[in-house]
């Protein structure tokens, strides 16, 4: 049997079952490659590239393109909303980033120093609507068939993200259920 596990053998080549064994077993040494790329993402830096007004979609597919091809190193590209003319590239460190947009048509340049994750969380985590709103409450529905008018809330429902409120401007009350991203409160 030990003759058959070295492989060297004439006889082996009647034995194929042996061979897939001893390839199945380095499958598993890859596991602790894995290890050193996390390590690799904690120590990753956020960058805010300039870009021409307008075009920050494009230079984030650019990238993104990139990215799946090898082309360069880094880890994400973050189109924010909020933050207009600019998006967010995270990478190892400043030449993987500048590597990574030499050349790409409407970018500008690169904001001095790096972001933080505190300064971009706010646009990242989407807060819940319902959160903000309680029963009682008097809201602007801004959106849908009631919009523009004003409701009190009757009742929430977190899970669903609804509120059924009653109409302030119906001659009668009028329950509705509305999506709660549909309410704004208003200021008291």
């Given amino acids: 049997m030990s003759e058959s596990l070295d492989g060297q053998n004439p006889e082996s080549t009647n034995e194929p079952v042996a061979e897939p064994e001893p390839i199945a077993e380095p499958v598993a040494e890859p596991e ?3 290890e050193p790329e ?3 993402d904690v120590n990753s830096h956020l960058f805010a590239v300039r870009t021409t007004g ?3 979609k494009i230079v984030m597919r650019l990238l993104e393109a990139r990215i799946k091809m090898d082309k360069i190193d880094i880890q994400s590209v973050v189109l924010l909303t909020d933050l207009k ?3 967010v590239v995270e990478a190892k460190d400043t030449s993987s980033m500048f590597d990574a947009i030499q ?3 409407h970018i ?3 904001l001095r120093g790096e972001l933080t994750y505190d300064e971009i969380e706010k646009y990242l985590i989407k807060k819940s609507t319902v959160s903000e709103l309680s029963v009682e409450k008097t809201v602007e529905i801004i959106a849908g068939p009631f919009k523009g008018m004003k409701a009190t809330i009757t009742r929430l429902d977190q899970e669903k993200e609804e509120a059924v409120v009653v109409l302030l401007d119906a001659s009668y009350q ?3 259920t509305v999506d709660a991203n ?3 409160l208003v200021p008291a």
Avoid: C, H, M, N
């Fill in 182 to 184: 549909y309410l704004k």
């Fill in 108 to 110: 500008r340049g690169q």
């Fill in 103 to 105: 050349g790409i048509r």
């Fill in 38 to 40: 996390s390590v690799a």
């Fill in 174 to 176: 009028l329950p509705v």
């Fill in 54 to 56: 307008g075009q920050e």
């Fill in 32 to 34: 602790p490659v894995a």
């Fill in 85 to 87: 003319g600019y998006v």
